[in-house]
């Protein structure tokens, strides 16, 4: 299956420049206001913390503009499932009409993302949809928050819903909302944001019409064409400036839990022809027996995303897309059909296009390189608050902050939103504790966590918490990159590994991993995950000693690490007052003994590894950036088929850049 470039015909603008700039800036503003009106009236706090977005499609569904703070993921579906209400209902759409879907199989991204679509009429004639997109922290299914990684179909994940009507001629259809409704956990708060969300809808709306009362319809249609146009001609534009050729690599998901050990390959290949891309994810491995899989929507969303992280100068629609030819192929992990699980993509497939794409441009235009970045993860606990004076349904539905991958000249940004949304906030702690009894218990940046190189990654961040007074709860985590850890590019190093830990430090502490449901947790009980920092750029051992200092003074280096990572040798004098001292001759001779022998790590046999590791001669960040190998963190025990395919990763994209 494919999504097929469309051609614009011969360009001749209508409108002159003036009022074309000044309403291509205005359907950017309409957008934004759209969002304001969510921000302001929404009823969950994920949704408050901005994991939502919004948008303006012309008649036909194409995506006329997004707003300034909608995030990535959602960027490439919205015209998509605008196009799936058109399908559904083709004439029998009315002013007045409101829509909800969120089906993953047409056009969506999961289930928990429930976009509102209003058409907009004018003196009779449809001329617009409105849309708003926002992530529902529950849509039913087997576990809180709809995320069961045990499911193998969709019917685990809660609700599918196909394009259907909930305001009919403007007369609110309760029964069908109630329906929807009684079928979630935390009904109110899921009307709720429906209302919020159908009324960000008619902000749209009347913003539009009060542009047409000014500038005639005619006009604004004429400008809804024009400015997909002028994204499509601006983008052919910058790609006609690059060289022709063809670049391809592989990215992975940890595993497939029905299969055990063993990467899961994503495979990009890339072509530039003149104007236009063309992306063929062919060789991507079959869909997998969990939710990490991603269907064609929200692949084909990855791809726009991480080729727009490249040209942030240009302004997102449907024009955008006219340039790019994506196959991806069917019953794959990039295009899993229904009824396979696809509630994870997010975690899963969906960032893995992204970060392949980062490598590839890397090559294209080393100027913008940035290697990968953190994997977001979502931690969902859902139960019965027992606090004093409160019985009720809780949902927390945490999200981190993560470390970006090192980039050209600068290091990686530090603790921030994952790249699947750079838009969402974190989360502030006293509100977390204010409506959920989740104490949180640290939450910190994590020394040593960015992936050392010329240009260091990004730092990741622990976050830790603890059951305060709760009953019949449980636990749930969707994340990767434990196995297929955040790598560096052009001879950078790898981060450290997600994971969840549940009572960390005590008798019976368990290592959950990066994909669990349903774990049963208790008043009490006490859990912290990482999140990991950003791959390195360049070797290592060219960056400047004096950077490595002043990265030990801030806390992002420890001194074993500096040595170990760095080759560079750092003397204590005194901590309080931060300073250190670079003793030049160890360092000097450091750096020769690595560059000396890290070629031979990366071929160490496994078990004189394992030896290492289990008498404590190497730590787990030694296992990744000295010996490159891959570590079950349950067991303590070294993967070997995953270690194969991390050692060839590592063999093509950091070996050939050691001097």
């Known amino acids: 299956m494919s999504q097929v470039r469309e051609h614009a ?29 969510i921000l302001r009236t929404c009823y969950s ?49 009315h002013p007045g009409d409101v829509f909800l879907v969120n089906d993953p199989y047409r056009g969506g991204t999961h289930f928990c993302d429930v976009r509102i679509v209003r058409p907009v009429f004018h003196d009779g004639e449809l001329i617009a949809f409105m849309q708003s997109n926002g992530h529902w922290a529950d849509l039913g299914g087997s576990v809180p928050g709809s995320f069961d990684v045990q499911s193998q179909d969709h019917y685990g994940e809660g609700m599918r819903i196909p394009p259907v009507r909930v305001w009919s001629r403007g007369v609110f259809l309760a029964d069908v909302a109630n329906l929807l409704a009684a079928n979630m956990r935390l009904p109110q708060e899921r009307l709720g944001d429906l209302r919020s969300q159908a009324e960000a809808t008619l902000v749209g709306e009347r913003q539009l019409l009060q542009l047409i009362k000014k500038y005639g319809r005619e006009t604004v249609l004429t400008a809804f064409d024009e400015v997909q146009d002028y994204v499509e001609r601006l983008a052919k534009s910058k790609i006609a400036q690059l060289p022709n050729g063809t670049w391809e690599t ?42 990490l899989n991603a269907g064609f929507g929200s692949s084909f969303s990855a791809v726009v995303a991480g080729t727009k992280t490249f040209f942030p100068e240009i302004p997102l629609n449907s024009g955008f ?14 295009n899993a059909p229904w009824p396979v699980a ?9 960032e893995k296009i992204m970060n392949a794409i980062f490598e590839l441009w890397s090559h294209i235009m080393p100027e913008r390189a940035l290697a990968c970045s953190f994997n977001l993860e979502y931690l969902l606990i859902g139960g019965w608050d027992k606090r004093q004076g409160a019985d009720s349904y809780f949902m927390w539905y945490d999200w981190m902050a993560g470390g970006h991958g090192g980039r050209h000249e600068k290091d990686g940004a530090n603790a921030l939103s994952p790249v699947f949304g750079v838009g969402l906030s974190i989360q502030p702690c006293e509100g977390q504790e204010r409506l959920s009894p989740v104490l949180t218990t640290h939450h910190q940046i994590i020394t040593d966590s960015g992936g050392p190189g010329r240009f260091r990654g ?14 019949r709860t449980v636990m749930s985590y969707c994340c990767d990159r434990s196995r297929s850890v955040t790598w560096g590019i052009f001879g950078g190093q790898s981060s450290n590994p997600h994971g969840a830990w549940l009572n960390p430090g005590e008798e019976g502490e368990r290592f959950l991993g990066t994909i669990f449901s349903n774990v049963k947790i208790k008043t009490g009980d006490t859990f912290t995950r990482p999140s990991a920092g950003g791959g390195g750029l360049g070797d290592p051992l060219e960056r400047d000693p004096e950077q490595v200092k002043e990265d030990v ?13 760095y080759g560079v040798v750092i003397r204590e004098i005194d901590r309080e007052l931060d300073l250190y001292e670079i003793d030049e001759s160890a360092t000097e001779a450091e750096r020769a003994y690595i560059r000396a022998h890290r070629k031979e790590w990366l071929a160490l046999g496994l078990n004189e590894v394992q030896a290492l590791y289990d008498s404590g001669q190497a730590d787990k960040l030694d296992l990744l950036r000295r ?25 093509k994209r950091t070996l050939p850049y050691w001097s």
Do not use: W
Not at 66 to 81: A, C, E, P, W
């Open 45 to 93: 706090f994920v949704i408050y913390n901005r994991d939502f977005s919004s948008a303006i499609c012309d008649a036909k569904g194409n995506t006329i503009m997004q707003g300034t703070q909608d995030i990535s993921v959602h960027v490439g579906t919205l015209h998509l499932t605008a196009k799936a209400v058109i399908e559904d209902f083709g004439d029998d759409i």
């Open 342 to 350: 696809v509630s994870g993509f997010c975690s899963g497939a969906y």
């Open 250 to 291: 592989t990215d992975y998901l940890d595993m497939d839990p029905q299969q055990g050990d063993g990467l899961i390959p994503i495979k990009v290949k890339m072509t530039i022809d003149e104007d236009t891309i063309t992306y063929d994810l062919n060789g991507s491995h079959d869909y997998i027996g969990c939710f």
């Open 553 to 565: 003074i801030d806390g992002y280096v420890s001194l074993e690490r500096a040595k170990r990572d």
């Open 627 to 651: 010996y490159h190998v891959i570590l079950d963190y349950a067991t303590g025990m070294i993967l070997p088929k995953s270690t194969a395919q991390y050692r060839d990763m590592i063999a």
């Open 9 to 37: 015909t011969a360009y001749k603008s209508k409108l002159d420049p003036v009022t074309f700039e000044v309403l291509k800036n205005a359907f950017v503003n309409l957008v934004d206001q759209m969002s304001e009106q």
């Open 321 to 334: 897309y006219r340039v790019l030819t994506v196959e991806l192929p069917e019953n794959s992990v990039v």
């Open 458 to 471: 990004g730092c990741g961040v622990e976050k830790g918490g603890m059951m305060t007074g709760i009953d």
